[in-house]
């Protein structure tokens, strides 16, 4: 099984690159969503997180307004360091155990969609890693327009998230989206079937 770390900030395009290859056929494994799993209502974890940042976090529902949680710990790099020593411990084993079950499967190819591949340490997990970047720009309008945040939100996460400069130094394989979505599908098609041959060819 081919396992690719599928990185890039927020706003790149990877979670586009991360729906084109799954429709190529690849599991595509989202460390975001395993994020949410682990702080459901109901989880030891949930009650952590309740406990660490107070019952304003949760919503309607009884869980975790992700957008609540968001407005918190953006604003405080000490504040998103506790969540990510609460939260990632928890990804990280769900992330073995749904890679193993890929194993099991015979999966052609495994990726770890994330955002924060590098920073937690999840691309031990991977053969190579892949990065999607785009200009910063292009992110704060794409962002700003598709989420509700303001630019200057939208920009503070930006700015709380590993740079460009370093994930380049790490990826085995750079995806710019420059363009539009198509030019972006056809560019992370090209490097899915090059993988697919190359293993082939042992």
């Known amino acids: 099984m081919i396992s690719i770390g599928l990185t890039g900030g927020i706003g790149s395009g990877k979670s586009e690159a991360a729906r084109v290859l799954r429709g190529l056929g690849a599991v595509v ?79 052609v190819m495994a990726v770890i969609d994330s955002a924060m591949l590098l920073e937690a340490g999840w691309d031990t997990h991977a053969d190579e890693v892949w990065m999607v970047e785009a200009p910063d720009d292009q ?32 990826a085995k394989l750079i995806i710019v989206n420059d363009s539009d979505m198509a030019t972006l599908g056809q560019r992370v098609t090209a490097a899915w079937r090059a993988k697919v041959e190359k293993s082939k060819r042992g």
Not at 92 to 102: F, N, S, T, V
């Open 139 to 170: 992110i704060a309008a794409r962002v700003t327009r598709r989420s509700g945040l303001t630019e200057e939100q939208v920009r503070r996460r930006m700015a709380a998230q590993m740079p460009n400069t370093e994930r380049r130094t790490r």
């Open 29 to 107: 494994i989202d460390t975001a969503e395993l994020g949410h799993e682990a702080y459901r209502k109901g989880t030891k974890c949930f009650g952590e997180v309740v406990m660490e940042f107070g019952q304003g976090i949760t919503g309607p529902d009884g869980e975790i307004d992700r957008k609540k949680l968001g407005s918190i710990v953006f604003a405080d790099p000490a504040k998103l360091k506790r969540l990510e020593e609460i939260v990632w411990p928890r990804i990280a084993e769900a992330l073995g155990d749904r890679l193993a079950g890929a194993r099991r499967d015979h999966t």
